[in-house]
């Protein structure tokens, strides 16, 4: 079910027609570069109007191979014009002005000479195949990386129709059908004669078969929130009228073989994609090819064997919108739709000769409006709660820094073996019980002390919420590209009287999710990851590998001193200063999948130099550089941060606060000229990061740290750039060790594990990176952009950054 708008193109007035041919004189006016078009709005291919769509646009064009480009054959176009250095320029220059998402080109010779190359170096990418025989030319699509990726693709060989009828199972019909002839009038017999192009009897199925024509089919995924597979299929169907018979077998051919293609890629992807057939079919509105593409019988007389329905149902855009265009083609022998031959006068001076085509956009519907219904709440408390003494838990200096975002850790879940939602809940809030009893502070309340007008946890045992929620699609349709769609008030709902809160989401194909948010100064992400697995390990009843420190005894020094540098980094703020940030975009919530082979890849470039660099140094050169494009030009200088856990840096026995529940983080941040980033090489970035990092992966800075925050107490503390006070900037945080596939909660292990905050207002970007459940070295990445900076990482050659869809996940 599509919806399209189609853009036609402008017909200038054509002054006369009648039979015969007149060749005037050769016009004088300018031809237009490039064709213009007009819009046709509100129009539907579908019945069913679905405004949240997602468009893209493709044009369908008869290049004309230059083998054919004769100039007796074009006498009203100048030579000069005819000639390859002015036709591929000009060809050239039309197809980049339509800048569309997909173009299906006929015709097309020059292929990996000329239009391969040019294409590529305007953003497309391309498939072809090129006729049989001594043909040069053939079939290609060509498709912007930023729109589309190729998932699959098939190529289509007419002459294949000539084995089959060595097996009997041919499409072809006899050309001396009288049904079949008498729907063609300009059909002559061709008995006695030679076929023109091969010189052998034109009566032998085999000689009529062999045309030499072929066709290609691609599956695409597209770039876009929709997470849909369109296919679309391209071919040039046999020219001669006379031969009606071949062309007819042809068409057959084609949709037989799309809808084995359709089959394959259903089963292939787990999804059902939306079909698109161009091509120049060499027919007319009302001859029995077209009649047959759109029908389902060709209604050639019982001779004919044609299904009522056909192996895909097709509808013409044309037809469905303004009707069948008059022509496509004027020229001073040929003017009509497609090959229908009628003669008329053509007077050059009102309308310049030349093939048009049609732009359609074409709207593919997303999947159902994403909706949930919160079916219950519930508070699950400690069961053995022990009580702390005090019970009221001091936040550390450290915890102060954390600026209390509400943070979101969000797992996916195929259908349990057991599908009894109930059951599953029910264990998932025993289980969650015991596991208070350990972590304790998380049932607790997180509130303002009157005297010292800071935060601290009072661990009474109110307890975690858990919210039960029954989504109306199946998981394989949930847009996990574009958070802001999918988790704010849908799959997370948040309560600030509860730091924890729990919400599990059934789906109608059983799948399910669990999402964890939690208060920022409850713990930071190498703490809360601890909580999840004792929570996972007292789920599947295996003992528990972390013995949790809630003691927060990150205290200052006596007396404190640090580096005067840090106060130009961080910065005291309250409550009202983060939820009132200033910041001048929307703030784009992406999730995106990257390949190991592009990791390692970029890893090897920043290693060129013969440095050793890790991955995550390797990964933030690569957005540094990327980021530079995304920036005013009044910016001569942007910042990128790293959040560093400081577990490993404090203590020389690296395990001694392995199980510390709090929050150990700093952030780092280097700064570099927009120049120096341009023009250095990810090899020379990775550099400048390295040495960012360093200056604070070490127990002397995180010392300082601690003293810095506590000759500024009272209050909240928070870096610079997070608060949009330093330029543009990136923060990247890796959460490599955070725990994804082991989170087993006794229906199996996720299919994808990663995070994300609520916030509405940030004054940076924020990058996250982990790896994915997968287990093949691949990476979630998890983003909060601004809106340049989201197109020009999806739209970055090297396609780093691929946008989240289910068949990531393999659902």
């Excluded at 593919?364 to 069961?383: C, D, G, R």
């Excluded at 399910?512 to 948010?517: G, K, P, R, V």
């Amino acid at each position: 079910m599509l919806k399209g708008s189609l853009l036609l193109p402008r017909l200038p007035p054509v002054s006369s027609f009648r039979s015969g041919i007149t060749l005037g004189k050769m016009s004088t006016t300018r031809a237009p570069s490039c064709p213009k078009f007009i819009p046709v709005e509100q129009t539907e291919i579908s019945s069913i109007r679905r405004v949240d769509g997602f468009k893209f646009s493709l044009v369908s064009y008869n290049v004309l191979a230059q083998v054919y480009v004769k100039s007796a054959l074009f006498p009203h176009s100048p030579s000069a014009c005819l000639k390859w250095k002015a036709r591929s320029q000009a060809i050239l220059t039309v197809l980049k002005s339509l800048g569309t998402d997909f173009l299906c080109l006929q015709e097309l010779d020059e292929y990996d000479s000329f239009y391969k190359g040019n294409m590529e170096n305007h953003g497309y990418s391309s498939i072809y195949i090129q006729r049989s025989g001594q043909k040069r030319d053939g079939c290609g699509i060509f498709y912007k990386h930023k729109s589309a990726e190729l998932v699959l693709e098939e190529k289509i060989e007419y002459n294949d129709l000539v084995n089959s009828i060595q097996d009997e199972t041919t499409l072809y019909v006899d050309k001396d059908d009288d049904a079949l002839t008498s729907g063609n009038k300009d059909s002559e017999p061709n008995d006695g004669l030679v076929d023109k192009e091969t010189h052998e009897d034109p009566n032998d199925p085999c000689v009529r078969l062999k045309r030499d024509c072929v066709g290609i089919m691609g599956a695409f995924k597209l770039k876009d929130p929709s997470q849909h597979l369109i296919i679309v299929a391209n071919t040039h169907i046999y020219w001669d009228p006379e031969w009606a018979d071949v062309k007819l077998a042809q068409a057959k051919y084609l949709l037989l073989r799309l809808a084995q293609f359709k089959t394959l890629v259903s089963d292939k992807l787990g999804c059902t994609p939306a079909v698109i057939v161009a091509g120049d079919f060499n027919s007319t509105p009302g001859d029995k090819v077209y009649q047959y593409l759109i029908s389902g019988s060709s209604t050639m007389g019982p001779r004919v064997e044609c299904s009522e329905d056909l192996p895909i149902p097709l509808q013409s855009v044309y037809a469905s919108t303004r009707g069948e265009p008059q022509f496509t083609n004027v020229t001073p022998g040929f003017t009509d739709t497609a090959t229908k031959r009628v003669k008329i006068q053509h007077k050059t001076d009102h309308f310049q000769t030349g093939w048009l085509d049609f732009l359609m956009a074409i709207e593919v519907p997303l999947h159902h409006k994403f909706e949930v219904n919160f079916t219950n709440k519930s508070i699950v408390k400690a069961i053995d709660h022990p009580l702390p003494d005090p019970p009221i838990l001091t936040l550390s200096n450290l915890d102060l820094l954390s600026g209390r975002f509400p943070v979101t850790y969000f797992y996916f879940y195929r259908r349990p073996l057991v599908n009894n939602f109930t059951s599953i809940l029910e264990a998932l809030k025993s289980s969650l019980a015991l596991t208070l009893n350990h972590f304790f502070p998380f049932a607790g309340r997180i509130v303002q002390n009157p005297n010292t007008s800071e935060p601290e946890i009072i661990c009474d045992n109110n307890g975690a919420l858990v919210v039960e929620a029954h989504a109306n699609i199946p998981l394989r349709e949930l847009n996990f590209y574009d958070l802001n769609q999918s988790l704010q008030g849908k799959l997370v709902s948040i309560n600030h009287d509860f730091p924890l809160q729990i919400q599990v989401t059934r789906y109608t194909c059983g799948g399910i999710s669990i999402t964890f948010t939690f208060d920022h100064a409850l713990a930071d992400a190498s703490a809360f990851g601890k909580f999840l697995v004792t929570w996972s390990e007292i789920a599947i009843n295996k003992p528990i590998s972390c013995i949790p420190d809630h003691r927060r005894y990150l205290r200052a020094r006596s007396p404190p001193t640090y580096d005067p540098s840090l106060d130009k980094t961080f910065v005291t703020c309250t409550m009202e200063d983060i939820i009132n940030m200033p910041t001048t975009n929307i703030l784009l919530k992406r999730l995106y999948h990257i390949d190991v082979s592009s990791i390692n890849r970029l890893q090897r470039l920043a290693c060129i130099d013969g440095s050793k660099r890790t991955k995550i140094e390797a990964f933030s050169a690569y957005i540094w550089k990327i980021m530079v494009r995304a920036i005013g030009e009044s910016h001569k200088h942007c910042k990128m941060g790293w959040l560093i856990d400081g577990r490993t840096r404090m203590c020389k026995d690296q395990n001694l606060m392995s199980n510390y529940i709090g929050n150990v983080l700093s952030l780092g941040f280097g700064e570099a000229s927009v120049v120096e980033l341009k023009e250095g090489s990810i090899s020379d970035v990775a550099r400048i990061v390295q040495n960012a990092i360093s200056q604070v992966t070490n127990e002397a800075h995180f010392l300082d740290l601690i003293d810095w925050i506590e000759c500024h107490r009272p209050g909240l503390m928070l870096s610079k750039i997070v608060l949009g006070r330093g330029g543009p900037a990136v923060v990247v945080s890796s959460g490599r060790r955070f725990p994804v596939a082991e989170l087993d909660f006794g229906f199996g292990s996720p299919v994808l594990g990663t995070v994300c905050s609520t916030i509405e207002r940030i004054g940076v970007g924020y990058i996250n990176q982990r790896q994915s459940a997968r287990g093949d070295g691949s990476w979630t990445v998890s983003a909060i952009l601004w809106p340049e900076l989201a197109a020009a990482i999806e739209s970055d050659s090297d396609h780093v950054f691929q946008p989240m869809y289910a068949n990531h996940l393999q659902l």
